[in-house]
C-alpha cells in the first residue's frame, strides 16, 4: 500500500508563502546593514605571503594590467577616436580618484545601473570607436583595473539612489537563492560560513572591493562576473551570461553589500 501524504496539495502555497516571507526578510536584513558595519575583506583571510603579494606593487601580477591601462590611458586608439587622457584629463591615477568608489551607478539614459566595467566600455565605443568587449576583453579589464586601482584605500560608496534600489532587491534575492545541483547560495558560503574551509580553502566574505582581481588559479587578471560564473559552475548552475541583468544586479547588491570598505585593486587572491 502507498503511504498517503494528506493535505500536500493544500499546504503547497502555505509552504511557498513561507518561503517568500523569508527571502524577503533576508533581502531587507541585507539592504537594511547600516554603513561602516564592520565586514572583514577577503584580504583578512589570506597567507602573510599572499598579503605581502598583494601589498607590494613590485610583486603584485595584477599591477601588469594596471600599467598596460595607464597606457591605454594614454593611448589614441586604433580606431582614431580620442585618447581617453585628452577627454578626462593626462594621468589616470590623479583624475580618476574617488570614481571607481562611487560605482555602481544609476544611468539616466539608459535607465539602468552601469559598473565601472560597463562605463569603460561605454565610453570605449560611443566615444572612441573601438570594437565592443565582453567584461573580460583585455583592453577593457586594463582600463577598468587603472581606473579603480587610482581609488585604491578609498571606502566603496555606491550609488543610493531611488532608482538603484529595485536592483539591489533583486540583487539580494539572487544572493540567497539556492542555485544548481548543489542547492547552494552565495549567502549559505559567504555570510554563513566565513573563514571556514571548503576542500582546504578558506571561505572568504565575497567582497567586490578588489575587482579586477588576480587569481592564481586563473594566471590571469579577472572581472567580478567571471568570479560569479566559477561559482555557479562551481554548485553545478547554468551560469548568467556576461553584463546580464541578473550579474548587473548581483553586482549591484555585493557593492552595496561592501560600502564603507576600502578598495584594494588589484587584489590577488589564491
Not at 552595496?256 to 587572491?269: H, I, K, N, T
Request: charged share 20%; net charge positive; glycine share 10%.
Amino acid at each position: 500500500m502507498k503511504p498517503r501524504i494528506v493535505g500536500l496539495k493544500r499546504s503547497l502555497p502555505a509552504i511557498g508563502l513561507l518561503v517568500g516571507l523569508l527571502i524577503g526578510l533576508l533581502t531587507r536584513t541585507a539592504l537594511a546593514e547600516p554603513m561602516g558595519t564592520p565586514r572583514p575583506s577577503g584580504y583578512d583571510f589570506m597567507s602573510p605571503a599572499l598579503q605581502t603579494l598583494q601589498r607590494d606593487e613590485a610583486q603584485n601580477p595584477g599591477m601588469l594590467a594596471v600599467r598596460e591601462g595607464q597606457a591605454l590611458w594614454q593611448a589614441v586608439p586604433p580606431s582614431g577616436g580620442p585618447a581617453c587622457a585628452k577627454c578626462h584629463g593626462a594621468a589616470v591615477e590623479d583624475r580618476m580618484r574617488g570614481a571607481a568608489a562611487r560605482y555602481p551607478v544609476w544611468d539616466r539614459m539608459l535607465n539602468r545601473p552601469v559598473t565601472l566595467s560597463q562605463r569603460v566600455e561605454q565610453c570605449r565605443q560611443q566615444h572612441q570607436g573601438q570594437t565592443a568587449q565582453a567584461p573580460e576583453g583585455p583592453e577593457r579589464l586594463a582600463l577598468t583595473a587603472a581606473v579603480a586601482r587610482a581609488s585604491v584605500g578609498l571606502p566603496l560608496q555606491p550609488d543610493s539612489s531611488a532608482p538603484m534600489q529595485r536592483w539591489r532587491e533583486e540583487g539580494a534575492i539572487w544572493w540567497h537563492r539556492r542555485l544548481g545541483q548543489l542547492d547552494l547560495s552565495c549567502s549559505q558560503c559567504h555570510d554563513d560560513q566565513v573563514g571556514r574551509r571548503l576542500g582546504g580553502s578558506v571561505i572568504p566574505p565575497g567582497n567586490s572591493v578588489g575587482y579586477p582581481t588576480y587569481r592564481l588559479e586563473w594566471q590571469a587578471l579577472g572581472s567580478v562576473q567571471r568570479r560569479l560564473r566559477n561559482c555557479m559552475t562551481g554548485v553545478r548552475a547554468q551560469p548568467f551570461a556576461p553584463d546580464s541583468d541578473p550579474a548587473l544586479a548581483l553586482e549591484v547588491f555585493m557593492a552595496w553589500r561592501d560600502r564603507g570598505l576600502a578598495l584594494e585593486v588589484p587584489a590577488v587572491r589564491p
